[in-house]
């Protein structure tokens, strides 16, 4: 990637995943280490990008020159986005956030005794990521990330792109067990409007560089559709 083609570029960008709280100690949460969030963070950050970054219980080491705001909850990290948001020009959304959550954690333990309850009751988590892309600006760039299994993942992503009104939509075939995850490399494609960019296995930090690769022709075509 060229030195510096991001300087000035403001970049959020969110990892890790959100963690669910059932009682004051224990939690409904995912598998997602953060690392593909943070490789994009420091490559951007190298790049001359203003990056920050909502970390969602990453425990990984952190890059000098980014700004890190740390959350827990489906809900801090869209109050912290719905903050962040509008001063960004660039959203990479790869936080693996939670669908559900339980409804009325208790304070305290939930003790394992005769009035235990057997069941959590769960409802939905707001998805955030619709909700900001509605109030995008034409200037603002806004990619999602998909964890999908196998078959059709390209096709759901690509509804899935057109309806939230992304610029793109990284795509991340989760069935395999060598990728994604805790996993050092990865292997994912770049869907836009215009085209789909498979980026073959590689260090994550090399699709991170790819990934910004496409923002900047992304934002050099200018507009989104
Ligand atoms: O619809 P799906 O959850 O597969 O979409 C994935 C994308 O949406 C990711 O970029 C993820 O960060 C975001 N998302 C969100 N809020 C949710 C669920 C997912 O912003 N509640």
């Given amino acids: 990637a060229p030195d510096r083609d991001l300087d000035g570029l403001r970049v959020l960008v969110t990892a890790g995943g959100t963690r669910e709280p059932i009682d004051s100690v224990r939690y409904v949460g995912n598998r997602s280490s953060g690392r593909m969030g943070f490789a ?103 990619v999602g990330f998909a964890a999908e299994h196998g078959d059709g993942a390209l096709a759901y992503a690509r509804g899935k792109r057109e309806r939230k009104r992304l610029d793109a939509i990284v795509v991340n075939d989760i069935s395999r067990p060598d990728i994604g995850f805790d996993a050092r490399e990865n292997e994912v494609t770049v869907v836009t409007a215009e085209r789909e960019l498979a980026l073959p296995f590689a260090p994550k930090e090399e699709i991170a560089d790819a990934i910004l690769d496409e923002v900047v022709r992304l934002r050099a075509r200018g507009g989104s559709d």
């Fill in 40 to 142: 994009l963070a420091e490559r951007a950050a190298r790049r001359g990008a203003e990056v920050t970054v909502l970390a969602a219980n990453v425990a990984l080491p952190r890059a000098d020159g980014v700004a890190y705001r740390d959350v827990e909850t489906a809900a801090e990290l869209a109050d912290a986005c719905a903050a962040a948001f509008p001063a960004c020009d660039v959203l990479l959304m790869a936080a693996a956030v939670a669908d559900f959550r339980p409804v009325d954690p208790p304070d305290g333990k939930i003790k394992k005794d005769a009035d235990a309850p057997d069941t959590i009751r769960l409802e939905r988590t707001p998805d955030i990521l619709g909700g900001l892309a509605e109030r995008r600006t034409a200037a603002q760039t806004v």
